[in-house]
């Protein structure tokens, strides 16, 4: 099992920044990629960023150069540094583990932005 608690969200303005974090526990040495996702009222989850496990990062065309994920030193926490914030960026944002044979979701956090 995999545990992921997101954090960092809020309410912020248009233009603005927040980072998000999100710390995993458990059997952490199977995760093999971990991702954020979004999802905003009506629409359906999508993926915003992902990064393996040699760090090699994969952004949404929505969000590259404004957002960048990275890992900690142990790779136990995931984070998502987003800049140049939109209105259309609002969602709950979700910190995904994939270990292969099972994928793992935090409980989201709530990001929204001002116009």
């Known amino acids: 099992q995999v545990q992921l608690v997101e954090s960092g969200g809020g309410l912020v303005q248009s233009g603005g920044s927040l980072k998000l974090s999100c710390a995993a526990s458990?059997?952490?040495?199977?995760?093999?990629?971990m991702a954020w996702y979004r999802q905003a009222p009506g629409k359906q989850r999508e993926l915003v960023a992902r990064?393996?496990?040699?760090?090699?990062?994969d952004y949404a065309d929505s969000v590259k150069g404004r957002f960048t994920i990275s890992r900690d030193n142990t790779k136990t926490t995931l984070y998502l540094e987003m800049n140049s914030l939109e209105p259309e960026d609002t969602a709950v944002y979700y910190c995904?583990?994939?270990?292969?044979?099972?994928?793992?979701w935090g409980q989201g956090t709530q990001v929204t932005v001002s116009s």
């Open positions: 458990g059997y952490i040495l199977r995760i093999n990629a």
């Open positions: 990064i393996d496990r040699g760090d090699s990062a």
């Open positions: 995904n583990a994939d270990t292969r044979t099972q994928n793992y």
